[in-house]
């Protein structure tokens, strides 16, 4: 079983819709969850990091579920911009485990 | 400027060639890292550095070696290119103080012909 894990998609939503990923995690031991955004052949950028209580900017919801060893993305009111691949990434431990990375899920917002 | 720097964006190199590729960052982190991207596969680790004097193979490190000249310079030499290392080569860095997440290069495509 790989070691963090994205549904790849793709997702094709109209917009305005509201979209949601799940990416599940193997290692119960993990503490760090992040999404990341990549744009076709550009670099990842921090999209937001996930914290146990669940946190929220503008039109993106991300949450944790350790139960079931999972984090979540959620887009409300998706906008054409929002196309894009994202990027889920896990740490075991803060500040001492390097990052991995899940292979991503690719969205289309439909005009 | 970017805070993460890599040179060059693109190169198309033959095979059997050496040849490097350079990262350089502003943003004063301790921690570099090399991934290699491929459709399908996701950012996969090559080499990663938790400072100036620490250097660590990742998950597929054959056919790769790093130097960390200094703790803002970090690159990956590919010692006798093939043609499966044709890929967008990312270099990020991280403080290790801060769980911040890492911040990426904007790449490197190297075709190997």
């Known amino acids: 079983r790989k070691e963090v894990e994205q549904d790849p998609g793709p997702f094709n939503v109209p917009e305005g819709a509201t979209v949601a990923f799940n990416c599940t995690y193997s290692?119960?031991?993990?503490?760090?969850f992040f999404w990341y955004r990549q744009d076709c052949r550009k670099e990842p950028k921090l999209l937001m990091s996930?914290?146990?209580s669940g946190n929220e900017d503008g039109r993106f919801t991300a949450q944790l579920n350790r139960a079931s060893q999972y984090i979540s993305l959620l887009i409300r009111d998706s906008k054409l911009s929002d196309s894009a691949t994202y990027l889920c990434?896990?740490?075991?431990?803060?500040?001492?485990?390097?990052?991995?990375f899940g292979t991503g899920t690719r969205l289309t917002i439909i005009p | 400027d970017a805070d993460v720097t890599q040179t060059p964006r693109n190169r198309i190199t033959k095979t059997g060639k050496r040849i490097m590729l350079e990262c350089s960052q502003t943003?004063?982190?301790?921690?570099m890292y090399w991934y290699r991207q491929d459709p399908g596969l996701g950012l996969r680790l090559i080499y990663y550095s938790f400072d100036v004097k620490d250097i660590n193979k990742g998950e597929i490190s054959d056919g790769y070696s790093v130097s960390r000249q200094a703790q803002a310079k970090f690159s990956l030499s590919l010692e006798s290119a093939i043609p499966n290392q044709t890929a967008l080569y990312f270099c990020?860095?991280?403080?290790?103080?801060?769980?911040?997440?890492?911040?990426f290069g904007s790449g490197t495509r190297l075709t190997v012909v």
């Open positions: 290692n119960s031991a993990s503490q760090s």
């Open positions: 990020a860095t991280s403080d290790s103080g801060r769980d911040y997440g890492y911040t």
């Open positions: 943003k004063g982190h301790d921690r």
């Open positions: 996930v914290y146990s």
């Open positions: 990434a896990v740490k075991r431990s803060f500040g001492n485990e390097k990052l991995t």
